[in-house]
């Protein structure tokens, strides 16, 4: 794995996705945002705080934000569908300039309060959700479909290294100059990703739906009911982020809590973020004379496997090197999955086909969580973890008996019948 893991990293920067006229312009502005977001996750909380909002508040805006956005995101894919996907990205990063500039003049003018904050929060939330399905429909439409998987992983790698700076620049913002300036470099990163898009030169959508030969008579309800490979798919994602959820939010702190300390957790965690940057990296490796489905069941086994030895791997070090081994592994697979979608969606109905796939993933976490914290309460957290795997193995173990996912093909396209496979 390391000699593969390094010959990714020194594949020429001229080849393959980077070649394509903007997306070297899309990956910076994606990497830009990234951090723009986790500073504000951090510059709302300490604005709220700090002012002596409590957590009652605090709760309180962020599920306006976290219901808006969940709300949002199939309008979203239809408005995507409709008007491109470059226009709602713009519209999107520019709606939130303006929104994150409005909080932080608020923490220089006023004293934060829910009337005041939940109707900026409420806006930010239904940006959000109207901007990811445009964004997981854009890059189809930048790349020709044999970078996709490239271009997925690159996008992903530059995401979770923003993901990982964005709280440390807004740590130190906030304890250099208040949570004020933070919340305004924020609102600066939503310029450098809307001017970032202007630079990307994007081939007309019908155009391409017209070369691939497909009807634009077909419709999302039709792909819903017909698309046997979706629906599976669908199914999947929906339990195997009810396990994933649950086991990241509830059942990993709970058991740092336990026996690690908050030093432990944080080794947990930085394994996990560092697992998922470079299982994204790998997912650039082709593999040959492997069907998709059998790498994503020899993927979810393992992450199966790692998952359930968590609480018997012998301490810190052995947990950290399971969660690790599981988050390159759901790192590799996400992607794997994700392009397949892409690949196989309607070019007209691809980003509401993602804002379902994206609903499936996210839309599970009050239920994912509140699941396993009842689960932990009752059985203890160190059974948590075998269940989980469990769920996980079999999850994927069903999809793979389906021939309408086993049998599907990267670069399989949706073709009208209930086999949906070219």
């Known amino acids: 794995m390391t000699r593969t893991l390094i010959s990714v990293i020194k594949t020429p920067l001229t080849t393959g996705p980077?070649?394509?006229?903007?997306?070297?312009?899309?990956?910076?502005?994606?990497?830009?945002?990234?951090?723009?977001?986790?500073?504000?996750?951090?510059?709302?909380?300490?604005?709220?705080?700090?002012?002596?909002?409590?957590?009652?508040?605090?709760?309180?805006?962020?599920a306006c934000y976290g219901i808006s956005r969940a709300a949002a995101t199939p309008l979203g894919g239809i408005l995507t569908d409709r008007f491109g996907a470059r226009p709602i990205m713009m519209a999107a990063d520019l709606a939130r300039f303006v929104l994150t500039a409005a909080l932080g003049v608020v923490a220089y003018t006023v004293t934060p309060s829910f009337p005041v904050l939940a109707p900026i929060t409420l806006l930010l939330g239904v940006c959000s959700g109207l901007f990811v399905p445009a964004s997981f429909a854009l890059l189809p439409s930048l790349l020709p479909g044999e970078d996709l998987t490239a271009g997925n992983s690159m996008s992903s790698v530059v995401t979770r290294l923003g993901s990982l700076l964005g709280p440390a620049l807004g740590g130190v913002l906030i304890s250099a100059?208040?949570?004020?300036?933070?919340?305004?470099?924020?609102?600066?990163?939503?310029?450098v990703s809307a001017a970032t898009l202007l630079a990307l030169n994007l081939p007309p959508t019908t155009a391409n739906a017209e070369e691939d030969g497909e009807d634009q008579a077909v419709t999302f309800r039709t792909v819903l009911l017909q698309g046997r490979f979706l629906q599976i798919v669908l199914v999947a994602a929906v339990i195997g982020n009810l396990v994933y959820i649950g086991a990241s939010e509830?059942?990993?702190?709970?058991?740092?809590?336990?026996?690690?300390?908050?030093?432990?957790?944080?080794?947990?965690?930085?394994?996990?973020?560092?697992?998922?940057?470079?299982?994204?990296?790998?997912?650039?490796?082709?593999?040959r004379r492997l069907r998709p489905a059998y790498l994503l069941v020899i993927l979810v086994l393992i992450m199966g496997v790692s998952v359930a030895l968590v609480p018997f791997a012998g301490g810190l070090?052995?947990?950290?090197?399971c969660i690790t081994v599981f988050s390159v592994a759901n790192g590799w697979s996400g992607i794997t999955i994700m392009t397949m979608v892409q690949l196989w969606s309607p070019r007209h109905l691809l980003a509401r086909v993602m804002s379902v796939m994206l609903l499936?993933?996210?839309?599970?976490?009050?239920?994912?969580?509140?699941?396993?914290?009842?689960?932990?309460?009752?059985f203890g957290v160190t059974?948590?973890?075998?269940?989980?795997?469990?769920?996980?193995?079999?999850?994927?173990?069903?999809?793979?008996?389906?021939?309408?996912?086993?049998?599907?093909?990267?670069?399989?396209?949706?073709?009208?019948?209930?086999?949906?496979?070219?």
């Not at 008996?401 to 086999?419: C, I, L, N, S, W």
């Open 18 to 62: 980077m070649a394509v006229r903007g997306f070297p312009w899309l990956i910076a502005g994606q990497f830009t945002s990234s951090i723009g977001d986790m500073c504000f996750a951090i510059a709302l909380p300490w604005l709220v705080l700090s002012s002596d909002g409590g957590p009652v508040l605090l709760g309180s805006v962020l």
């Open 177 to 191: 100059v208040g949570p004020g300036p933070a919340l305004f470099v924020d609102a600066g990163t939503f310029l």
């Open 250 to 287: 509830v059942a990993l702190p709970t058991l740092a809590h336990r026996d690690f300390g908050a030093g432990g957790y944080g080794t947990l965690l930085a394994g996990l973020s560092a697992g998922l940057i470079v299982g994204a990296l790998l997912a650039r490796v082709r593999v």
């Open 317 to 321: 070090i052995g947990a950290t090197a």
């Open 360 to 378: 499936a993933m996210s839309g599970t976490f009050p239920i994912s969580v509140a699941l396993t914290g009842w689960g932990v309460e009752r």
């Open 383 to 422: 059974a948590f973890f075998p269940i989980a795997g469990c769920a996980m193995a079999l999850a994927i173990l069903w999809a793979t008996a389906q021939p309408a996912f086993r049998d599907v093909e990267h670069g399989d396209r949706y073709k009208g019948t209930r086999e949906t496979v070219a």
